[in-house]
């Protein structure tokens, strides 16, 4: 067991040895501890960042998606050495977006080994000098979860390969160019060599290109394949020494010491929020004197001339420190070669979506705002979309849908003028025109951009009504229509904190009637994702808004044993705010028809705004503006959304042309079956 006496020792000497880095000297000039050494320990025990940088740190916190709590703001300034275990939670999600590279040589059979990481949800990352052509890209095997398990035993690992033709840019040569910045950005396969998994699983580090997410003396972490073996962590014990240099040929580099070995080239570098800060490049060792004078010390103490080394002495040299590439020059130098003449191999949408990310111009499809790590099961792939459960076209054979005859007075589906178009449109049955997706006694027409419908439109029958036990919920694609135009578990799975709920458009009883098998097909025919809207929990589920108001309305009908049609869905706008990259609806509305004793028609219009619960979600902008919750006309509704209704139901609305009626509580609203 080490002792406490060896710990100390050891501590010791690193704060020393960082010291002395820091101001300047060269750790192989240095053979005593300075007789103020105790002086300088007490200097860096009070070591406390400087306002302007705390708060830097703070906000990178925050963005990280780790959250700040009081042990982070103490370890920042340097009080507390704590973390919670939420800490270790996230280095597991890191880890999975972390690769072992194999290149294989031209002529023999040993290769070159390195370790590189997902910055997209389609690009690489890792070292020129792992990766440094397009030929040696094509050639290269990338294996994602080589790793040991609890017995000790290997995992079964996914082997990728990459695809530089899609995007490929790389940095000048180390060996040649000192000021190098030794990277190389590469496109990869979506799908393992054979074919059983997605990337997407893996999630994805993100690149945050500013400054201040590490300071000096704060420790950092590494996730690295040294000596090609199974994937190790270098955790916290590694403090960094030295960020940049007043030098611009340094200023892109950073100094931390950690343990690392041939094979971590091309490993992320973490601060203590898991946020990359740098891309690990190269072991620094211990030396002295300076250009043809330069010399390297040798683990048994003799000191060699630079110039004599041959790539065979590495295990016999004595290491120091490490040197890692910062991560904000890595992205400045990527965004400068993409907007240049080059442009790598391929100027291709993945490289110019990851800048765009990284830029905060555009986040990456389907996943969350400013996260560093994207981790499984938040980001979906064609791939998982098609293992998931998907009904194909057969299973709907017989379906008729919504009845516009349902009433004596005929109600046909509302139609999408210009401006509701606006908002994108509407998606097509694979192989037809027709945009009408029909279901038992409802139908949806899906924005296929927004991947939620336009409307619904659902007929209810009172007299013949009745209930089912909600079981477990599963919900299916629809394969009538394209996957991609569907909202998934992209959005909803792993959702932070349980924000939004998976939202019935159509009420889950509301197509229940007719005969037992009737209404069961009609309650599973609810749990398709295009009836499906992200709406926040107390929205969904609070008796005196969305779900009270559609209680109200099939409850009304049951008792009277009226015939009611209901039409619902989103009110888009332009400048929806994004949850997880993906735009939140600000209310919806509804529209509600019934027919009296003498089958005269009634109308009712609603609006019901979620923006009261959408607070509080963390790291990212509020999804939804403020709205009224009313009772309001159906030419509001149509003025709001575009959507062209049935004459019909403007003439007979109970509103007439009043103006909105603001609900405090149900018992505001005014009746629908009232008599004129």
């Given at each position: 067991?080490?002792?406490?006496?060896?710990?100390?020792?050891?501590?010791?000497?690193?704060?020393?040895?960082?010291?002395?880095?820091?101001?300047?000297?060269?750790?192989?000039?240095?053979?005593?501890?300075?007789?103020?050494?105790?002086?300088?320990?007490?200097?860096?025990?009070?070591?406390?960042?400087?306002?302007?940088?705390?708060?830097?740190?703070?906000?990178?916190?925050?963005?990280?998606?780790?959250?700040?709590?009081?042990?982070?703001?103490?370890?920042?300034?340097?009080?507390?050495?704590?973390?919670?275990?939420?800490?270790?939670?996230?280095?597991?999600?890191?880890?999975?977006?972390?690769?072992?590279?194999?290149?294989?040589?031209?002529?023999?059979?040993?290769?070159?080994?390195?370790t590189g990481f997902l910055v997209s949800p389609n690009l690489l990352l890792t070292n020129h000098h792992v990766i440094g052509s397009f030929q040696q890209a094509?050639?290269?095997?990338?294996?994602?979860?080589?790793?040991?398990?609890?017995?000790?035993?290997?995992?079964?690992?996914?082997?990728?390969?990459?695809?530089?033709?899609?995007?490929?840019?790389?940095?000048?040569?180390?060996?040649?160019?000192?000021?190098?910045?030794?990277?190389?950005?590469?496109?990869?396969?979506?799908?393992?060599?054979?074919?059983?998994?997605?990337?997407?699983?893996?999630?994805?580090?993100?690149?945050?290109?500013?400054?201040?997410?590490?300071?000096?003396?704060?420790?950092?972490?590494?996730?690295?394949?040294?000596?090609?073996?199974?994937?190790?962590?270098?955790?916290?014990?590694?403090?960094?020494?030295?960020?940049?240099?007043?030098?611009?040929?340094?200023?892109?580099?950073?100094?931390?010491?950690?343990?690392?070995?041939?094979?971590?080239?091309?490993?992320?570098?973490?601060?203590?929020?898991?946020?990359?800060?740098?891309?690990?490049?190269?072991?620094?060792?211990?030396?002295?004197?300076?250009?043809?004078?330069?010399?390297?010390?040798?683990l048994n103490g003799t000191w060699v001339p630079k110039e004599q080394l041959k790539l065979s002495d590495q295990d016999k040299i004595k290491y120091v420190g490490?040197?890692?590439?910062?991560?904000?020059?890595?992205?400045?130098?990527?965004?400068?070669?993409?907007?240049?003449?080059?442009?790598?191999?391929?100027?291709?949408?993945?490289?110019?979506?990851?800048?765009?990310?990284?830029?905060?111009?555009?986040?990456?499809?389907?996943?969350?705002?400013?996260?560093?790590?994207?981790?499984?099961?938040?980001?979906?792939?064609?791939?998982?979309?098609?293992?998931?459960?998907?009904?194909?076209?057969?299973?709907?054979?017989?379906?008729?849908?919504?009845?516009?005859?349902?009433?004596?007075?005929?109600?046909?589906?509302?139609?999408?003028?210009?401006?509701?178009?606006?908002?994108?449109?509407?998606?097509?049955?694979?192989?037809?025109?027709?945009?009408?997706?029909?279901?038992?006694?409802?139908?949806?027409?899906?924005?296929?951009?927004?991947?939620?419908?336009?409307?619904?439109?659902?007929?209810?029958?009172?007299?013949?009504?009745?209930?089912?036990?909600?079981?477990?919920d599963v919900w299916f694609y629809d394969g009538r229509v394209s996957l991609d135009a569907q909202m998934g578990n992209e959005f909803y799975e792993n959702e932070?904190?349980?924000?939004?709920?998976?939202?019935?458009?159509?009420?889950?009883?509301?197509?229940?009637?007719?005969?037992?098998?009737?209404?069961?097909?009609?309650?599973?025919?609810?749990?398709?994702?295009?009836?499906?809207?992200?709406?926040?929990?107390?929205?969904?589920?609070?008796?005196?808004?969305?779900?009270?108001?559609?209680?109200?309305?099939?409850?009304?009908?049951?008792?009277?044993?009226?015939?009611?049609?209901?039409?619902?869905?989103?009110?888009?706008?332009?400048?929806?705010?994004?949850?997880?990259?993906?735009?939140?609806?600000?209310?919806?509305?509804?529209?509600?028809?019934?027919?009296?004793?003498?089958?005269?028609?009634?109308?009712?219009?609603?609006?019901?705004?979620?923006?009261?619960?959408?607070?509080?979600?963390?790291?990212?902008?509020?999804?939804?503006?403020?709205?009224?919750?009313?009772?309001?006309?159906?030419?509001?509704?149509?003025?709001?959304?575009?959507?062209?209704?049935?004459?019909?139901?403007?003439?007979?609305?109970?509103?007439?042309?009043?103006?909105?009626?603001?609900?405090?509580?149900?018992?505001?609203?005014?009746?629908?079956?009232?008599?004129?």
């Amino acid at each position: 067991m080490t002792s406490l006496k060896h710990i100390l020792i050891t501590r010791v000497a690193f704060t020393w040895m960082s010291l002395a880095w820091l101001k300047g000297g060269s750790m192989g000039n240095i053979k005593t501890l300075p007789e103020d050494f105790l002086k300088l320990l007490e200097e860096q025990a009070k070591h406390h960042l400087p306002p302007d940088l705390k708060r830097n740190r703070i906000a990178h916190a925050v963005n990280s998606g780790s959250g700040v709590n009081r042990i982070d703001l103490e370890r920042m300034v340097g009080d507390n050495d704590l973390v919670y275990t939420t800490y270790l939670e996230r280095a597991l999600l890191a880890v999975k977006a972390v690769c072992r590279i194999y290149v294989p040589p031209q002529v023999g059979f040993d290769g070159n080994w390195g370790t590189g990481f997902l910055v997209s949800p389609n690009l690489l990352l890792t070292n020129h000098h792992v990766i440094g052509s397009f030929q040696q890209a094509q050639a290269a095997i990338i294996e994602f979860g080589y790793e040991l398990d609890l017995t000790g035993m290997p995992k079964i690992s996914s082997r990728f390969r990459l695809r530089p033709d899609l995007g490929f840019i790389t940095s000048t040569n180390p060996d040649v160019d000192p000021q190098s910045l030794d990277y190389s950005l590469i496109a990869i396969e979506d799908t393992s060599e054979n074919g059983a998994t997605s990337l997407s699983q893996f999630g994805f580090l993100r690149c945050n290109p500013n400054l201040g997410k590490v300071e000096a003396f704060e420790y950092v972490s590494i996730i690295q394949h040294p000596n090609k073996e199974p994937k190790c962590l270098a955790i916290r014990e590694n403090k960094v020494v030295k960020i940049g240099d007043k030098d611009p040929k340094k200023d892109a580099f950073i100094w931390y010491m950690s343990d690392t070995a041939p094979g971590s080239s091309g490993a992320p570098v973490f601060n203590d929020d898991w946020q990359v800060i740098a891309l690990h490049h190269s072991a620094v060792p211990a030396s002295r004197g300076k250009g043809k004078k330069e010399e390297i010390q040798l683990l048994n103490g003799t000191w060699v001339p630079k110039e004599q080394l041959k790539l065979s002495d590495q295990d016999k040299i004595k290491y120091v420190g490490n040197e890692g590439i910062r991560i904000s020059k890595v992205v400045a130098d990527i965004v400068q070669q993409y907007q240049g003449t080059s442009k790598g191999v391929a100027n291709t949408k993945f490289i110019k979506a990851l800048i765009e990310d990284s830029e905060g111009i555009q986040t990456f499809p389907n996943v969350r705002t400013g996260t560093s790590i994207e981790s499984v099961a938040e980001n979906s792939s064609p791939l998982e979309r098609v293992s998931s459960k998907v009904h194909g076209a057969d299973y709907f054979k017989g379906r008729t849908g919504y009845n516009p005859r349902f009433l004596k007075t005929p109600l046909n589906l509302p139609k999408l003028t210009a401006k509701a178009q606006k908002f994108g449109a509407a998606a097509e049955l694979i192989g037809s025109k027709e945009t009408e997706l029909k279901y038992t006694h409802f139908s949806v027409v899906l924005n296929a951009e927004r991947k939620v419908a336009f409307f619904t439109a659902v007929n209810i029958d009172g007299s013949q009504w009745g209930t089912l036990g909600r079981e477990t919920d599963v919900w299916f694609y629809d394969g009538r229509v394209s996957l991609d135009a569907q909202m998934g578990n992209e959005f909803y799975e792993n959702e932070p904190q349980n924000w939004f709920d998976k939202g019935h458009l159509v009420r889950r009883l509301d197509p229940v009637w007719g005969t037992e098998e009737v209404a069961l097909l009609a309650n599973e025919d609810t749990f398709h994702w295009s009836n499906c809207c992200p709406q926040h929990w107390r929205f969904n589920r609070g008796k005196q808004l969305w779900q009270g108001l559609e209680n109200y309305i099939l409850y009304n009908t049951d008792q009277e044993n009226v015939k009611a049609t209901v039409f619902s869905g989103p009110v888009f706008s332009l400048d929806d705010q994004k949850h997880r990259g993906t735009a939140i609806p600000k209310a919806y509305w509804k529209i509600v028809a019934v027919e009296d004793s003498q089958e005269k028609l009634y109308s009712s219009a609603y609006i019901v705004s979620q923006e009261q619960y959408a607070t509080g979600i963390a790291f990212e902008a509020l999804p939804v503006e403020k709205y009224n919750t009313f009772q309001t006309t159906v030419a509001k509704i149509q003025a709001l959304t575009g959507l062209k209704f049935p004459k019909a139901l403007t003439d007979r609305d109970v509103m007439g042309k009043n103006s909105d009626r603001k609900l405090r509580s149900l018992a505001d609203l005014q009746d629908i079956s009232r008599r004129s």
